[in-house]
C-alpha cells in the first residue's frame, strides 16, 4: 500500500470521497508512477509536480510500501509548469470556437472535427502540439506528452484559462492567421484582389491581408473592430495585474520593481477582416 494525495485542480478529476485528503492504494511494486496516477482518473498532461517521501519523482518511478506521493498541478504564479514546446496546438473536434480564437490571438493551431482520438494523437506526437481538450481519457494517451484539460465551457472563458495558464499573453500575435485554415496571412496590395472586393470596401479601404494558404482576404472593417474589443477583453482578464510598488517605502528595493508592460491586442499583423471576400464553407479545417 502507499499514501497518495492530489492537490488543487486534480481534485476535480478524482473520486470525491478522495478529495483534498491522502488516502491509500493497493501498489504492484513494477508499477510506475503515471499508470498510478492515471488509474485515479488524472491524466498525466495535468501534473506538473510529483513528490514521494518529499523528493521530486519522474513518472516512470517504481514505489515500495509505505512511500507517500503528493501530486500537483501547474502552478503558474510559481513558475511551476512542464517545458512545453512552442506554443503550437491541436483542439479536438469539441473545441472549434476555441481553436478559432486561439487563431484570432495569433497561435498556430490545427483544428478539424472530423480528427479522432488517435489522429489527434499522433499529430501532437508528430508536430510537437499541445492538445486541446475537455476529454480526459484522450490526454491518458501515450504518445501525448503536453495537454491541457480544458475546463471552461464558453470560448471566451477557454482561450482566458489557456492563456493564463499556459503565460501564453507575452506571445500573441493578434490578426496574423487564417480564421479558416491557420495559415499566415501576408499583406497584399490592393490592385492584386479588388476584382474579389464589394465596392463598399474597394473605395474606402487600402490596407489588405491574403492567407498564404487558402487566399482569403481580409481587411479592417466592422467585424475587425468588434474581434479586436473581444480579443481585448478576454487578454486583460488572462493577465494578472502587476502589484504596484508601495508608495510609503520607496527606499525599498522589493518595493522598486517595474511592472512589465503585455502587448497591447491590436499588435501584431495590423490587418483584419471586416468581411471574407472569398468566403466558402468548410467543416473541416487544418
Not at 213 to 218: D, E, L, P, S
Request: proline share 6%.
Amino acid at each position: 500500500m502507499v499514501s497518495l494525495r492530489f492537490y488543487a485542480e486534480l481534485n476535480d478529476f478524482i473520486a470525491v470521497d478522495r478529495r483534498q485528503r491522502d488516502f491509500a492504494l493497493a501498489c504492484a511494486a513494477d508499477v510506475p508512477l503515471r499508470h498510478l496516477i492515471e488509474s485515479c482518473g488524472v491524466p498525466h498532461t495535468e501534473v506538473a509536480l510529483i513528490l514521494v517521501n518529499g523528493a521530486p519523482a519522474a513518472f516512470d518511478q517504481r514505489l515500495c510500501a509505505g512511500d507517500r506521493v503528493a501530486v500537483y498541478p501547474v502552478f503558474v504564479s510559481f513558475a511551476i509548469r512542464p517545458p512545453l514546446p512552442a506554443a503550437r496546438f491541436v483542439a479536438d473536434a469539441h473545441l472549434g470556437a476555441l481553436a478559432r480564437l486561439l487563431r484570432l490571438a495569433g497561435f498556430d493551431t490545427r483544428y478539424d472535427n472530423r480528427l479522432g482520438d488517435r489522429e489527434i494523437e499522433q499529430i501532437a506526437a508528430r508536430e510537437g502540439r499541445v492538445v486541446l481538450t475537455r476529454d480526459r481519457d484522450l490526454l491518458k494517451r501515450r504518445a501525448i506528452v503536453h495537454g491541457c484539460h480544458v475546463h471552461a465551457r464558453q470560448a471566451d472563458e477557454q482561450l482566458r484559462e489557456i492563456v493564463a495558464r499556459l503565460d501564453l499573453a507575452g506571445s500573441v500575435q493578434p490578426f496574423s492567421r487564417c480564421l479558416v485554415c491557420n495559415a499566415r496571412l501576408l499583406p497584399v496590395t490592393r490592385a492584386l484582389v479588388e476584382d474579389a472586393l464589394p465596392e463598399r470596401v474597394r473605395e474606402r479601404l487600402h490596407a489588405f491581408q491574403r492567407c498564404s494558404g487558402c487566399a482569403r482576404i481580409y481587411w479592417q472593417g466592422s467585424h475587425w473592430r468588434r474581434l479586436r474589443e473581444r480579443l481585448q477583453r478576454v487578454l486583460a482578464a488572462a493577465t494578472p495585474a502587476t502589484p504596484a510598488a508601495p508608495a510609503a517605502a520607496p527606499a525599498d528595493p522589493a518595493a522598486a520593481t517595474a511592472a512589465a508592460a503585455q502587448p497591447a491586442a491590436t499588435s501584431g499583423s495590423g490587418t483584419f477582416d471586416g468581411a471574407c471576400a472569398t468566403s466558402r464553407t468548410s467543416r473541416g479545417t487544418r
